[in-house]
């Protein structure tokens, strides 16, 4: 059954109306789903949708609600905060993680980021296009919210607000991912991955102090996209998601 996200604002309590022209387009004219062909909708923050096409003109689609799947509640929320690394890796990390059900992505500026923000941030409508399609393609019912660009420093308090945040380091050689989450019965959870080179000194100094708990990813020196997979992986195993 072919899936499309539609905002909370756009489902009534009979009709959902799909205006996004991207859409319209994909379903009208790529897949041709003719009037009374069912489709998937979420509004992706947790409810589904079987849904009937009931009218298709050029600007919009109607559907009648047929089956409402209840909301999903997540027994944890992993939120990653990545560096943003050379080239197009940030897409795959957007990919992955969607598909792994992150509940948020931040891009990092750190000491050696090589990118700034305003020339990431003017990728973010294509990093939401590749989010979209991960999520369709998954079945994940919650959509990530990719932020914008933020320095680290500027980050950083916001680790105050998570029931617990972990910063994988090359400096930290025995603490694992296992470990840290021993008694550990909170809901949200973050993981912060740094550069190519890891944080600096000064920057892990500064996030232990916010409070942060550094962990090891093991012995091999991991690229940027695979330690962000990586984590929010065993985040999922170990906390049963």
């Known amino acids: 059954m072919n899936r499309f996200f539609v905002e909370k604002k756009y489902i009534g309590d009979t009709t959902i109306e799909i205006s996004d022209a991207a859409d319209v387009r994909h379903l009208a004219r790529v897949l041709r789903i003719p009037q009374g062909e069912a489709v998937f909708i979420s509004d992706g923050q ?89 999520a369709k393609q998954s079945g994940v019912l919650f959509l990530p919210e990719i932020k914008e660009a933020v320095g680290f420093l500027e980050f950083l308090p916001q680790a ?31 993981v912060m991955i740094g550069p190519e080179g890891d944080f600096t000194p000064g920057e892990i100094s500064l996030a232990l102090e916010a409070g942060c708990r550094g962990i090891s990813l093991g012995e091999s020196v991991l690229r940027v996209d695979t330690a962000a997979i990586c984590a929010v992986s065993f985040l999922r195993l170990y906390l049963g998601l």
């Open 46 to 134: 947790g409810t589904g949708y079987v849904a009937q096409v009931s009218r298709i003109s050029k600007n919009s689609v109607v559907l009648k609600i047929i089956e409402r799947q209840l909301s999903v509640e997540r027994k944890a929320v992993i939120s990653l905060a990545c560096a943003i690394p050379k080239n197009a890796r940030f897409e795959d990390i957007v990919d992955k993680c969607t598909q792994l059900g992150v509940g948020s992505i931040a891009p990092l500026v750190t000491e050696r980021t090589l990118v700034s923000k305003t020339v990431f941030n003017k990728k973010l409508d294509r990093l939401n296009r590749v989010m979209i399609a991960a």
């Open 160 to 190: 105050a607000g998570f029931d617990l945040a972990l910063l994988p380091n090359l400096s930290e050689k025995s603490m694992t991912i296992k470990k840290s989450l021993e008694g550990f019965s909170g809901k949200r959870v973050l």
